[in-house]
C-alpha cells in the first residue's frame, strides 16, 4: 500500500470518526461537551472538533490525489478507495448535519442524488472504455461544499456576527452547481452512454 492509498484510509478511519463523534448520544452517557458564547453565538466544542476533524480529512483528499500523480502511484485501488473516502465524510457529514437541524434537508438530498447520477455516468462510459474526466463546474461544486461545511461546524464565524449567512450561501451555491455539473456531465457524455457496446 503506498503513501496516497494509506492517507485515503486515513480520511476513511477520519470519516468514521466525525460521525461517532456527532452520532453518538454523549449526553445519555452523563457527558456534556462544553459551550461557549461568541459574540451572542452559542458554540457547541463538539461540532468545532467534528470540523476541524473533517478540514484535516479534507485536506488528505487533496494530498493523495496531488502525491498519487507527483510520484506516479496511481492505481485502480486508489482511485476506488479515493471516491469512496469523499463520498462517506462528505455526504455523511450532511445528512448529519440536516438531522441535527443545522441545514436545510433539500441540500443533502441534492448532493446524493447529483453523486449517484454522475457515478452512473461514468460507470456506463467506463463500461464502453471511456474515462470521464472532471469537469470545472464539479470542482467548483467541491470547493463551495466543503468550505460551506466548514464554516457551519464553526457556526458560520465570524459572519454570523455581522449576520451575513456565507455557510447557507456556500452549501446552496454547491446544490446549484451540482444541479449545473450533472447536466453537462450528461451532456458531455450522453454520446457515450446512448452508444451500442462492441461485440
Do not use: W
Not at 45 to 62: E, H, P
Not at 79 to 108: C, Q, R, T, Y
Request: aromatic share 10%; hydrophobic share 55%; net charge positive.
Amino acid at each position: 500500500m503506498n503513501l496516497p492509498t494509506k492517507l485515503t484510509v486515513l480520511r476513511l478511519i477520519l470519516s468514521g470518526v466525525v460521525i461517532l463523534l456527532l452520532c453518538i448520544p454523549f449526553y445519555s452517557l452523563g457527558y456534556q461537551f462544553p459551550q461557549f458564547d461568541v459574540g451572542g453565538v452559542n458554540v457547541s466544542l463538539q461540532y468545532v472538533i467534528a470540523g476541524v476533524i473533517f478540514v484535516i480529512a479534507s485536506l488528505t483528499d487533496f494530498l493523495d490525489g496531488y502525491l498519487a500523480r507527483k510520484n506516479n502511484q496511481v492505481t485502480d485501488t486508489g482511485k476506488m478507495l479515493d471516491a469512496i473516502a469523499d463520498k462517506v465524510l462528505v455526504n455523511s457529514v450532511l445528512i448529519i448535519l440536516a438531522a441535527h437541524g443545522f441545514i436545510h434537508e433539500i441540500i443533502p438530498v441534492i448532493i446524493v442524488v447529483r453523486d449517484i447520477v454522475v457515478n452512473a455516468i461514468k460507470m456506463e462510459a467506463a463500461s464502453k472504455g471511456k474515462v470521464v474526466a472532471a469537469i470545472g463546474s464539479g470542482k467548483l461544486k467541491t470547493a463551495s461544499l466543503m468550505v460551506g461545511i466548514v464554516l457551519t461546524f464553526i457556526y458560520n464565524l465570524p459572519f454570523e456576527l455581522i449576520n451575513i449567512r456565507v455557510s447557507d450561501f456556500l452549501l446552496y451555491f454547491a446544490c446549484i452547481m451540482s444541479i449545473i455539473s450533472a447536466v453537462q456531465y450528461f451532456n458531455l457524455n450522453k454520446n457515450i452512454i446512448f452508444a451500442k457496446s462492441e461485440k
